[in-house]
């Protein structure tokens, strides 16, 4: 299952504070890329000869930070049309916070949400910003989903709690239909693209961090569940984040990309249960009628 589908995003900034703020404190943390990052500078752009073009992976959730008078304002952007929770720790010698740290939030799609106050002095401190997709209020209703792929055929690659890749939690109720490269991905359930990645073409051999990205689309449903469809083809995304999407609207086309032992469609419904996501079981009719998935 690829991470960029997983979405569990955590960022790891470094504070220096021991010297006063207006003294010209600068912040500097390092982005899930491993790019550096300064708070006085651009940021640097990314590359990787992995992807496609060269726009960098969208991010889950993004740490501002902002000089005030003689503090710095934590706030946490939230980039997705779908709300993240997000938490912001520190290990280390802790700076003083208002409120104390670990911080605690939901925030909404395409907003940001002010977490905690530093102060300009003490000691250095490294904190940690870890944001998951979803509310952790979701509630799921009992809802028969409708087969992902515009095809008649259906095989199942692997499917639920398979040995694989569906032994987590994210994906232990995940099912793997294998599609032909190109194969029509339509929507199982209305809903609203949340978040979307299609810039991963298919790994070389022996590349071992690229087989972990793949293109996905993440829909978020009126319940707070997520549907999430992955491994589509390279440029293989059809919909944009914020549209809103009917029960078979197309999609992207099945691929190969990421983790795969072959071209498929990675299906699975996912609930945040609290700064940790966990897919769901599901009912959904296929092309000959019900389906019926077992452990």
Excluded: K
């Excluded at 032994?167 to 949340?194: E, K, L, W």
């Excluded at 690229?210 to 293109?215: D, K, L, M, Y």
């Excluded at 990309?257 to 990675?266: A, D, R, V, W, Y």
């Excluded at 769901?280 to 452990?295: A, E, S, T």
């Amino acid at each position: 299952m690829p991470s960029s589908s997983s979405v569990l995003f955590t960022a790891i900034f470094l504070l220096a504070c021991g010297m006063d703020a207006r003294a010209g404190e600068v912040w500097r943390w390092t982005d899930a890329n491993g790019n550096p990052h300064y708070a006085d500078r651009p940021a640097p752009n990314a590359r990787s000869a992995r992807r496609i073009g060269n726009s960098a992976p969208a991010a889950i959730a993004r740490l501002r930070v902002e000089q005030g008078d003689g503090e710095y304002l934590a706030w946490a952007q939230n980039p997705l049309d779908g709300p993240v929770e997000v938490l912001l720790q520190v290990s280390g010698r802790p700076p003083q916070a208002t409120p104390a740290l670990p911080a605690r939030a939901t925030v909404p799609a395409r907003t940001e949400v002010l977490l905690t106050r530093i102060a300009g002095h003490g000691g250095a401190a490294q904190l940690v910003l870890t944001a998951v997709p979803g509310h952790s209020g979701a509630r799921p209703r009992d809802i028969e989903y409708g087969y992902p792929l515009d095809t008649r055929s259906l095989r199942i690659e692997q499917g639920w709690g398979g040995g694989f890749s569906h032994a987590d939690a994210q994906n232990r109720h995940a099912v793997d239909f294998a599609a032909p490269v190109g194969t029509p991905v339509i929507a199982a359930r209305d809903g609203t693209v949340m978040h979307t990645e299609a810039g991963f073409d298919e790994a070389l051999p022996g590349d071992h961090e690229a087989v972990t990205r793949a293109n996905f689309v993440r829909v978020l449903h009126d319940d707070g569940t997520m549907a999430l469809y992955a491994h589509l083809d390279a440029g293989g995304v059809l919909v944009t984040a914020g549209q809103r999407v009917r029960r078979g609207t197309p999609l992207g086309r099945s691929g190969n990309t990421g983790l795969s032992s072959g071209p498929h469609l990675h299906f699975v419904v996912q609930v945040n249960r609290g700064l940790s996501l966990e897919s769901i079981p599901f009912r959904m009719f296929g092309p000959q009628g019900i389906l019926r998935f077992q452990p």
